[in-house]
């Protein structure tokens, strides 16, 4: 409790720094209830309570003030967020950035779409939308000005590289990522047609690898539309009938697998979808409720984990919490690739199965 009023300040200048706020209750209602994320290490209003310094005399008029600001309509995420991300990310100019598309399902009712920058084992959302809809699977022009969006946030000239799952895998969506000049690895299904240049075509399910193995193809073509020309990594776990098949832009090899790999940094976000469905407002999640409980979050995010100067100011206050821990293990643990992590067989798995 003695450090919150240091870290509440600290936040508030955080979010200060743009001027879309409405009302300057909003923004100290949104720094309490970051302290309160920060210090309880949990999704909870009545949890929050605790941390925030107030002249309530009830932990429960704090947790009914908390309750006004998520169902307020009056409070648009993109103007508030938007400002803060974009400066968070200033820095990244001329860098390599792995931005993670995904989807989660809320009540099976609405679903989150939400691109997002993989940084130091989290996911910090660029860009989201809620919609009412029954299924986690969305069509590209559902989710296209979520990718503008995101888009007109990244710093320019810097290296975007788009990971996302099966779910995603459609041509028109590797077009428009080429047009945009983003990279991409993205998953594919076992019955992805792939057309090699020098063999007759095949459906990608019909390779064959022993466990811990992998193959790379080089310039093959897409799907009945011929899409490309693509590059193809496929890998098959010690322990397990499931493969991973990948499409990339570049000259796959190893490093394709890991840079997917990253993707499973967003298992975080889905944990959090999980939380705050129990703190959103089921009547309202598009306009309110939900929708300002993952804004809540996402500020935690951006702020904590990408906010600059001012960023490693309120880490620093927020002294309690755990540090964001390093991803970039997932391939080899997922793989569990063990003693075949040798540059020399890696490299023999260049272009054809392992023996």
Known sequence: MENTPYLYETLLG????HSQWLDLRHRKTLAWMMVGLICAKTVGLGAWASFAVSRAQYAQSVVRRFRRWLDNNRIKSEPLYGPLIEKALVSWMGKRVYVALDTSMLWNTYCLIRLSV???GRAVPLAWRVIEHGSAMVAFETYQEV????????????QVVFLADRGFA???LMSQLRQRGWHFRIRIKANFWIHPSHLASFQVGEIELQPGHMSFWHDVLLTDKRFGPVHFAVARPLGSDEYWYVISDEAADLKTLQEYGLRFDIEENFLDDIEWISVGSVADPVGGGAGAAVFCTRHHD???????????????AASGRPALVSGGELLEDWLELGDLCTHQRLRAAHDGVLE
Do not use: M, W
């Open 170 to 172: 459609d041509t028109q």
């Open 147 to 158: 990718l503008d969006e995101a888009q007109r946030r990244l710093p320019l000239a810097c």
């Open 302 to 316: 951006a702020v904590l984990g990408l906010g600059g100067d001012l960023g490693r100011e309120a880490r620093q």
């Open 14 to 17: 955080v979010l200060g720094q």
């Open 118 to 120: 993989i940084y130091r």
